[in-house]
């Protein structure tokens, strides 16, 4: 089966500029997770879709971070306007439910540099 | 704290020998999973075991899971120089609905 696919895989801006990441999980499976991972650190989970509904986005910095997944497939990560310490790579991963009875297949992510 | 603490955060061994990571965490689990991380193949999937399972095995892996010391373990068999990786243990706490993920263990394995 093809993987989750992410764009772009990097991305060099600079700071107080936009940016946007689109993610296209596997087929099928309906919850999507945009992590955000900073150099030298594991994983945090930005936001969570069940289909097109949010589950979770309490890590999110919703004053410049904005997600979205429509029609319950694709979803689209935008930052607005960047700063310095969001440099980091942006991982997508989806599974079939809830993490509690399935695992995450994740996207080779995309590589986020603000100048 | 609901993410688990993998220890040692560095771990160095020669080819051939096995490699053991320890995670400790605080919270009730449903499950704890162990992800890899390497450059070539992103971050994937090695295991799961549930809170009422002690171990699981699955190929050179074998995991074992305390929920009375609140710990789990990763040892890695006969290790390659293919393993060298970053190791997470991911939580998914028993009160809530996301994985939590450690900041790993950086295993190098030297040919």
């Known amino acids: 089966e093809a993987g989750v696919a992410q764009s772009p895989r990097y991305k060099i801006i600079e700071k107080r500029q936009s940016v946007a990441f689109w993610c296209n999980p596997i087929?099928?499976?309906?919850?999507l997770y945009w992590y955000q991972q900073i150099l030298g650190q594991g994983p945090k989970l930005l936001i969570q879709?069940?289909?097109?509904?949010?589950?979770?986005d309490s890590q999110l910095p919703k004053d410049r971070f904005s997600a979205e997944r429509l029609k319950g497939v694709d979803s689209t990560l935008k930052i607005q306007p960047a700063k310095l310490e969001d440099s980091a790579v942006y991982l997508c991963?989806?599974?079939?439910?809830?993490?509690?009875?399935?695992?995450?297949?994740f996207g080779a992510g995309s590589r986020l540099t603000v100048l | 704290s609901q993410q688990g603490e993998e220890d040692p955060q560095a771990l160095s061994i020669q080819e051939g020998e096995n490699a053991t990571m320890n995670c400790s965490y605080k919270?009730?689990?449903?499950?704890l999973q162990w992800y890899r991380q390497n450059s070539g193949r992103g971050l994937v999937h090695l295991i799961l075991?549930?809170?009422?399972?002690r171990e699981k095995h699955s190929g050179r892996l074998r995991v074992t899971l305390d929920t009375s010391k609140k710990s789990s373990s990763l040892l890695i068999t006969a290790s390659r120089a293919a393993d060298t990786a970053s190791y997470f243990c991911?939580?998914?706490?028993?009160?809530?609905?996301?994985?939590?993920f450690g900041s790993g263990t950086q295993l190098t394995v030297l040919p």
């Open positions: 991963a989806s599974s079939l439910a809830g993490p509690g009875a399935n695992v995450l297949t």
């Open positions: 087929s099928g499976h309906a919850t």
């Open positions: 879709f069940q289909n097109n509904g949010v589950v979770d």
């Open positions: 919270t009730s689990i449903n499950n």
């Open positions: 075991i549930r809170s009422n399972e």
């Open positions: 991911v939580l998914l706490p028993g009160s809530a609905r996301q994985l939590t």
